[in-house]
């Protein structure tokens, strides 16, 4: 018989969590981070915090996550979502897209507030963790403030704006129905610039929208959005931050907007074992899975099957069997390349040329999918097909699909020296034991097999290392690091009750004022005046430096001037 109640189980649940925070919220997330940097040694979390001692903004990433981030770094989206803590902190969440095609999650950032100088500090720190490894392409939604970020820490990076919140403007500031659909091809369509050029114009004109000031300022922009002027640019498909609204509505299902900072923390370790797993999955599912040949190109769709992966192998597979359609209109010769060029049944009038050259052998394409998604093209298989090619031709094979995306990256720099090499080395590493978790937990004999096989090969490692595992620890100084202030976020608050108000004021009554301004509607630890005169010296790009402690800014960005604001680092070096 139970001595207790469900109250009974909640109410010490409550305690426990009580107790957890003893020391403050904030304290308690950066001591559960520095335990993380225990059981991960390439863990690494920056933080800020104002003149009051309060926490400003939080970064962190642990090892995988930067060994994730130097293979599919390439393209990185990141968009902010609220109301994943009581501070209402905004919760960024750095992620691409890994070689099965999956969310991988780079690293995680809560911001102090939405402003130039912190994104800009978000970004130069992510990038000084991640070994100065610039994406290609940046993915968000448009704000302002991060655009200007992105321009001032990314400048090469091309920007490319999302195009489902282009779609949801477009609803809000044009009335006119068809312009959506106008709109939405305009985005899409694989225009070249000619064509997208004659189509925006005969259709705004038509539309009599000449003059509205939205379709002006976005037409301004369409370099950043519209296919025509981004065909060639690398995106792993990437069109629109669905994936980031698709992850901020998956973490959302671990959070609540009552989060403590630590909950939060914690909650967000649970997401990433989540992704982590789903990854794991793909890449049993595609090391086993061997597929019925459908294309008619057997030799040619074999050699893509145990090639790429089960995700990527299907979109590959609808590309050979696009060469059925393909009409063949000749070929001509320029010394060692050949030209040739195809229509499409629906298409006619649209000619696509294909250049071959044996010698090398290089297959290029006018059409530009190889240069925008990583995968050859119909008119490139249809080459191939004349040609008399059984495989894919090594010049269009791009690793970051392949099954053995991080086992190649990790035996291609078994030799190199430097951080970012230890990284995907790192990165390789643990690939290869999950697969080994997974495939060792199924059966009692097979994980005692495999406890003691690990066991026997940490011994050996620490031996041949002279019994110790090297590596510099350097242990933060006791720190202060108090809860942080209400932050005030971008947009509308929930609807209710009014920011501010209050359903017990008396009517005709004095309303309660700030102490610091003398306003009303909040108190001083809210006050925006306040964190304004806090946040005068807002260290920008002011951090730690892994290996170089003296430094307090990322490399590239060392001024020496001294902050108001202190920026931390827990770090533990690995060395290899």
């Not at 779609?167 to 091809?185: D, G, H, I």
């Not at 369409?222 to 640019?233: D, E, F, I």
Request: net charge positive; proline share 3%.
């Amino acid at each position: 018989m139970l001595r207790f109640t469900k109250r009974d189980l909640y109410n010490y649940v409550h305690s426990q969590r009580i107790a957890q925070l003893n020391d403050g919220d904030a304290a308690a997330a950066i001591s559960y981070l520095e335990g993380k940097v225990n059981a991960d040694m390439m863990t690494v979390a920056r933080y800020t915090k104002t003149t009051g001692d309060q926490l400003g903004s939080l970064f962190w990433a642990d090892g995988q996550m930067m060994a994730d981030y130097q293979l599919f770094g390439d393209v990185l989206a990141f968009d902010a979502t609220y109301r994943s803590n009581k501070y209402k902190k905004p919760l960024v969440v750095f992620s691409g897209s890994n070689h099965h095609k999956q969310t991988a999650i780079f690293g995680f950032a809560l911001l102090q507030d939405e402003e130039v100088r912190t994104y800009r500090w978000m970004l130069l720190n992510m990038l000084d963790v991640m070994e100065s490894k610039k994406p290609s392409v940046v993915v968000t939604d448009g704000d302002k403030a991060m655009r200007a970020a992105i321009a001032d820490v990314l400048p090469s990076a091309r920007h490319r704006l999302c195009g489902w919140h282009l779609e949801k403007n477009c609803v809000l500031r044009v009335k006119e129905p068809e312009f959506r659909k106008v709109f939405k091809k305009a985005v899409y369509a694989n225009f070249d610039v000619a064509e997208f050029e004659e189509y925006w114009r005969t259709a705004v004109k038509s539309l009599g929208l000449m003059e509205n000031s939205w379709v002006k300022s976005t037409y301004e922009l369409r370099q950043s959005w519209a296919t025509a002027y981004l065909r060639g640019t690398f995106c792993t498909s990437y069109k629109t931050t669905s994936r980031c609204e698709g992850i901020n509505a998956f973490v959302k299902g671990f959070l609540k907007s009552t989060n403590s900072l630590l909950e939060l923390v914690q909650s967000l370790d649970r997401v990433v074992k989540d992704y982590r797993n789903n990854e794991l999955t793909a890449q049993f599912y595609s090391s086993y899975y061997t597929p019925v040949l459908t294309t008619g190109l057997d030799k040619i769709e074999l050699f893509a099957a145990k090639l790429y992966t089960r995700a990527v192998f299907k979109e590959v597979r609808k590309q050979i069997k696009g060469v059925g359609s393909l009409l063949f209109l000749g070929k001509d010769s320029i010394s060692t390349t050949s030209v040739y060029k195809f229509s499409s049944v629906g298409n006619r009038s649209r000619v696509r040329k294909v250049l071959y050259d044996p010698s090398e052998p290089k297959i290029e394409c006018d059409c530009m999918m190889w240069n925008s998604e990583g995968i050859p093209c119909c008119h490139i298989f249809c080459v191939m097909k004349y040609e008399g090619l059984g495989e894919i031709p090594p010049g269009l094979i791009l690793r970051r699909w392949c099954k053995d995306a991080k086992e190649w990256t990790a035996s291609s720099t078994c030799d190199s020296l430097g951080h970012t090499s230890r990284l995907l080395r790192y990165g390789a590493l643990c690939s290869s034991m999950s697969v080994v978790a997974k495939l060792a937990s199924d059966d009692a004999a097979d994980f005692f097999l495999a406890r003691d096989a690990l066991t026997s090969l940490a011994r050996r490692l620490q031996l041949r290392r002279g019994n110790t595992v090297a590596q510099d620890e350097r242990v933060r100084e006791q720190d202060v690091v108090r809860d942080p202030a209400v932050t005030r976020t971008k947009g509308a608050p929930k609807r209710g009750r009014e920011m501010g108000s209050s359903t017990n004021a008396v009517p005709g009554g004095k309303r309660r004022c700030c102490t610091s301004c003398g306003l009303p509607s909040h108190t001083k630890r809210t006050c925006m005046s306040q964190r304004e005169t806090s946040q005068a010296g807002y260290p920008e790009g002011t951090s730690a430096t892994i290996g170089d402690p003296s430094s307090g800014e990322p490399s590239g960005n060392r001024s020496g001037r001294s902050c108001s604001e202190v920026c931390l680092m827990i770090w533990v070096i690995f060395d290899m």
